[in-house]
């Protein structure tokens, strides 16, 4: 069996480190139209594929479907997106924020995870969770 960590060394090439970089130049252009505009029609057609593959139960397949899902998550004037960090690996990437639908709403912590080819987001993960009014540790969620 070969190690886990195989294909680490990959990330060593002069390639990698430019595909992390056209990736990472994408992502945040679509965070900037996406969560601080909120203009997720724009984002999605401009860089999400057409045939996007989504792991979120909640939405099926595809960019016109996950953009009925956000814009009506995001119809309210209320609702605000912080990003706390972005991270972009070679073909994927991460967003790191806490959504809220209001001042008075405590929020969600969510991770946004995304994978690129060709230039487009193709592929999307998220995982998301309450934000505790106190943590054991006493630290955030952001």
Known sequence: MPPRTAGITESQSPEY???????????????????????VRKAFERYVHPDYMQHNPAVTDGREAAIAHLEGLLARPTVSMDVRRILVDGDYGFVHLIGRQGPEDPGH??????????????????VAQPVPATTASGRGMG
């Open 17 to 39: 480190a430019a595909r992390t970089a056209r990736n990472r130049a994408l992502l945040l252009d679509f965070v900037r139209l996406y969560y601080d505009e909120m203009k």
């Open 109 to 126: 912590a969510l991770m946004n995870i995304f994978r690129f080819a060709d230039g487009l987001i193709v592929e999307h993960w998220d």
